[in-house]
């Protein structure tokens, strides 16, 4: 019987387990078992497996998280845990591996391909900051939490009449906070990508106190460089196993810039892992379901090294290369859009 491992890496995001079914349910049709692999590669590194059957997905593919479990585990961190990796494919006697994950899961990914693993890559992040695909698994799903979180803010926000500050996830690039914001109507966004100019911020807030506006809502990207710190505002500088450090803070140095130069009260929100919470929306469940079956499809195709991507309206496959080569910021061309609500 061929074998197909199937794993979530990374943090987890909604949609996972609609790609889940997708990979159970076309492995299935073509008489393929398919193995869940438990918590990423921590679960490969240790062996730890379990056969999935349709009723294992049937009644969760709609559901937030993973019911793999996840962890930032890095297969690639030394030589010899790759080498067990690659050994453990062969020890659970799996013929192929779908791993579903960001660029630190799919970069681990490929080095698992050089050393011979017959796998196949499935992008997921809130972030959106893969390349090669257009959009990402459970991006959507978060850009709708932070808009219906903002909806809240601009509520309480204006009716006392404060400056809010809402930090939002998604590391180095600013997907998650431009269209979060622009569907939740923030006044201000601030991005990674655009050089942030506080005095700038400041004289919006006032000019528009001045008007008559009575609040300001502000998004800003937790990955936002602000010229007061210089660097990076972190909540922890320990460095994970692919070498990333917790960010996490800017919108309170903001709030405390912002009352201090403009004597507004001003209060700020961090929205943290709520983002990444919750069921999936429609679109990532019918996304999730399309990766699974066409990530079988290559398995079956015995099309190994690719991963599985939307570009417009078609699923297609690039290479794991072109997949986990580095980070994908939003483009000049979509900057206008963070000064859409700044009247
Ligand atoms: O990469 C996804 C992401 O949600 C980032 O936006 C965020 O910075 C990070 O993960 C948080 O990671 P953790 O779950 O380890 O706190």
């Not at 660029?103 to 196949?120: F, M, N, Q, S, W």
């Not at 929100?269 to 699974?292: E, F, N």
Request: with cysteine; aromatic share 6%; charged share 25%.
């Amino acid at each position: 019987m061929f074998r197909v491992g199937v794993l979530t890496g990374g943090g987890d995001c909604p949609g996972l387990n609609a790609v889940i079914y997708g990979v159970v349910s076309r492995g299935l049709q073509y008489g393929f078992e398919v193995w869940g692999i438990e918590d990423g590669y921590k679960g490969l590194l240790s062996g730890r497996v379990k056969k999935l059957e349709i009723e294992d997905v049937k009644d969760v593919y709609w559901l937030g998280g993973t019911i793999l479990g996840t962890s930032r585990k890095n297969p690639a961190k030394s030589e010899e845990e790759l080498k067990t990796a690659v050994e453990n494919v062969k020890k659970l006697g799996l013929d192929s591996l779908i791993t579903i994950g960001g660029d630190d899961t799919l970069g681990a990914a490929k080095k698992l391909y050089e050393r011979g693993v017959p796998v196949i890559g499935v992008p997921k992040t809130i972030d959106n900051d893969l390349p090669g695909t257009d959009y990402s698994i459970g991006f959507w799903t978060s850009v709708q939490t932070i808009a219906e979180s903002l909806d809240k803010l601009h509520t309480t926000a204006k009716s006392h009449k404060r400056v809010m500050i809402v930090e939002i996830m998604g590391r180095y690039a600013g997907w998650l906070t431009l269209m979060g914001g622009l569907a939740g109507g923030a006044h201000i966004i601030l991005i990674p990508e655009k050089k942030v100019d506080i005095d700038e911020v400041c004289r919006i807030v006032k000019e528009r106190k001045e008007r008559g506006e009575p609040y300001t809502l502000i998004a800003v990207a937790e990955g936002v460089t602000i010229p007061t710190t210089g660097s990076l505002v972190v909540a922890s500088a320990e460095k994970d196993e692919f070498g990333h450090v917790r960010l996490g803070g800017v919108a309170k140095v903001l709030e405390e810039e912002i009352i201090k130069r403009t004597g507004i009260e001003a209060r700020s929100v961090i929205l943290g892992h709520l983002q990444r919470g919750g069921t999936p929306s429609a679109y990532d469940r019918v996304l999730g379901i399309r990766l699974g079956y066409k990530a079988v499809d290559l398995v079956k195709e015995g099309k190994f090294g690719y991963a599985v991507v939307l570009r417009g309206m078609k699923i297609e496959s690039v290479k794991l290369d072109e997949a986990a080569s580095g980070l994908r910021k939003v483009p000049e061309e979509l900057h206008e859009f963070t000064n859409v609500f700044t009247y």
